[in-house]
């Protein structure tokens, strides 16, 4: 069978070359859109989705995401599924946080109670990866874009002989990550341990910060340094 397929993809000859064409005509075919049809049958598609995911927020995801932190404000939003959860961590979450199923937070094994403290009306986006072994602490109203990285460890130690043995980072290696008030995180960052992001700044996309963070300014670059003031906050044209 496996020959002749691959007489097939090859179309080695003309018979190959004409199920290669009838397959490929197959897969292209589709039937006319009729919009008045299609434009209902459209809608109550979205419709259907729509209420089943509501449902299975409102009955699965919320609660039982809430029983695994130990305290959750009102309003939480799970955007499609439950955010993956490895290890432990002490979960403290603010109110009407919005957090997306295809997150991570991993609780590394160097303390006994590692803390993940996020503040009201924060949004946090895809593939976000939040690794906490002592403490991680994000502020309210901050924007968290898609594929942000936040970590207090490095993850594994620097002993070569250590990694071996699948012990975890040395305690004195872990230092706690805090990030202020209405703070913007751009795509892709990497947000790395003894960090303190100030109240109101902004990561652009794809930086890696290694240092902290002054309040009003925007940081950019590997690694990220201060492109620029964003005034204070009396300069700020509205507060959130």
């Known amino acids: 069978m496996r020959t002749i397929i691959m007489k097939i993809r090859r179309q080695d000859a003309p018979w190959a070359a004409w199920v290669y064409r009838s397959v490929k005509a197959w897969q292209r075919f589709s039937v006319p859109c009729i ?16 209420t089943y995911y509501w449902l299975r927020h409102a009955l699965w995801d919320v609660p039982l995401f809430a029983s695994q932190c130990a305290r959750v404000g009102k309003g939480l939003r799970l955007i499609r599924g439950i955010p993956r959860l490895l290890g432990y961590a002490r979960i403290e979450l603010g109110d009407y946080v919005v957090l997306h199923g295809s997150s991570e937070i991993c609780g590394a094994k160097v303390f006994d109670d590692p803390v993940l403290i996020i503040g009201s009306h924060s949004h946090l986006g895809n593939n976000l990866l939040i690794m906490v072994a002592k403490r991680v602490q994000i502020g309210n109203h901050c924007l968290i874009a898609n594929d942000v990285t936040i970590a ?36 892709g ?5 003894g960090v303190t992001i100030g109240e109101g700044a902004v990561v652009a996309a794809g930086s890696v910060v290694t240092k902290d963070v002054p309040a009003y300014t925007l940081v950019a670059g590997n690694p990220a340094r201060v492109i620029k003031s964003l005034g204070s906050k009396g300069e700020m044209p509205y507060e959130r």
């Open 152 to 187: 207090d460890n490095d993850g594994h130690p620097i002993d070569p002989e250590k990694r071996l043995r699948d012990l975890p980072p040395e305690p004195q290696a872990c230092k706690p990550v805090i990030i202020g008030d209405n703070v913007w995180i751009g795509k």
């Open 35 to 50: 919009k008045p049809l299609h434009g209902v049958l459209y809608l109550l598609y979205r419709v259907f989705l729509s």
């Open 189 to 193: 960052s990497i947000i790395l341990k």
